[in-house]
């Protein structure tokens, strides 16, 4: 497709909308949810479900969020109980940061809003539609690591 017609499309735009949309969807269900946590701090409590104990650069590299955020953020779930940070070596007090039984059943109680928010994203979305949809983003997101050095 032509660079001119990519940017009378305004894709990055589209996206930019949809993940402003997106976070403010999830910000107004968790409220209506009375969860006890924020959207950004599910994502790195998922973080921790999916991978185990995690230095704070690796929860940076998946959630895509700098380390002062994520630094803020693990400060207040650990200040909640839900995380705990061990120190992995002496020298440079490295800390690893771990989901706590009271963490993992936070993220339970908040796992139904999350499927919610999804089915809700993607109704009247065919299979079909999803998965071209999946694949053109994920082409997408690769195009864009191939061309930006990330210092997180």
Request: net charge neutral; hydrophobic share 40%.
């Amino acid at each position: 497709m032509q660079a001119k017609n990519l940017f009378n499309q305004k894709i990055g735009l589209l996206l930019s909308q949809i993940g402003m949309l997106s976070r403010v969807f999830a910000i107004q269900s968790f409220s209506r949810n009375s969860l006890e946590i924020t959207p950004e701090q599910f994502t790195v409590l998922a973080a921790l479900v999916e991978h185990g104990g995690l230095y704070q650069r690796q929860v940076c590299a998946i959630t895509l969020k700098d380390r002062a955020n994520i630094t803020r953020i693990v400060s207040i779930l650990e200040a909640q109980g839900l995380v705990i940070r061990r120190i992995e070596s002496q020298g440079r007090q490295i800390r690893k940061a771990e989901i706590t039984d009271k963490g993992r059943d936070v993220y339970e109680k908040a796992l139904p809003a999350i499927l919610e928010i999804w089915a809700k994203t993607v109704e009247d979305i065919d299979e079909d539609e999803m998965n071209a949809c999946f694949l053109t983003l994920q082409k997408i997101k690769e195009n864009l690591q191939n061309n930006t050095t990330l210092n997180l």
